[in-house]
């Protein structure tokens, strides 16, 4: 760091200028909040929450918020979409090079494009990836190490994957092999009662399902 008080050399003067143009122009990754949200083309506009400090004339440090960017591509998980809300919060990766030619271009093809512009790490190259970073006073009051958890507005709209190992009954999933059992026992109880409605063919479908059902719940066991 150059001391203020000694006239810097050529090398340092050409070190700070670097520095500072780096610590400015180049962007790496940012949380941001979304402003706005596009279904149609799953873009977003978004401001990004972290400021800036940069050296006025005088030497004196000054912050400043860095511009709202709009129509963010949202890069999604592949096979998973989901609508992003106003006040949501993404986490902004910026692209070593321009982005936009391959934006515009043909998917199908899916080569290797010149980006016409020879930009790097710039505001206008950003990618929206909806992961939620959190702030530590934001952490997950109930997060679990014994499922998957898709959220949706709070807890009233949550879907939990637990595996065979999940201890409670919140964290468990019907699987298809479950449910198959379940049908296919439902299906024999029904044949049965049509041709004996009797307490045994009731007896048998209880028997049956006792093997895929936990006995007093009505959460069905991975397996």
Not at 11 to 18: D, F, H, K, P, S
Not at 83 to 110: H, K, M, Q
Not at 130 to 136: A, I, K, M, Q, T
Request: glycine letters at 6%.
């Amino acid at each position: 760091m150059i001391d203020p008080l000694v006239a810097p050399d050529l090398a340092q003067a050409i070190m700070a200028y670097v520095d500072g143009r780096i610590a400015l122009d180049v962007h790496v990754s940012l949380p941001a909040r979304v402003v706005t949200f596009y279904a149609a083309t799953q873009t977003c506009d978004v401001q990004p929450l972290i400021q800036f400090a940069r050296a006025d004339e005088f030497g004196n440090r000054v912050v400043e918020s860095l511009p709202p960017l709009v129509g963010v591509p949202v890069a999604y998980p592949r096979a998973l979409e989901f609508p992003l809300e106003p006040g949501d919060t993404v986490l902004l990766v910026f692209a070593s090079a321009s982005i936009g030619t391959w934006l515009r271009g043909n998917a199908a093809s899916n080569e290797p494009v010149d980006p016409q512009l020879d930009s790097h790490h710039e505001l206008s190259d950003a990618i929206a990836i909806p992961c939620s970073p959190r702030r530590l006073a934001d952490a997950i009051a109930d997060f679990t190490s014994e499922a998957v958890v898709v959220r949706a507005g709070g807890t009233a709209g949550e879907v939990r994957l637990g595996g065979p190992s999940a201890s409670a009954d919140s964290n468990r999933v019907v699987v298809q092999s479950a449910l198959n059992v379940f049908m296919s026992a439902l299906a024999a109880a029904i044949t049965a009662l049509g041709a004996d409605p009797s307490a045994s063919a009731l007896a048998a479908l209880q028997t049956q399902l006792g093997s895929s059902w936990d006995a007093g719940t009505t959460t069905t066991k991975a397996l």
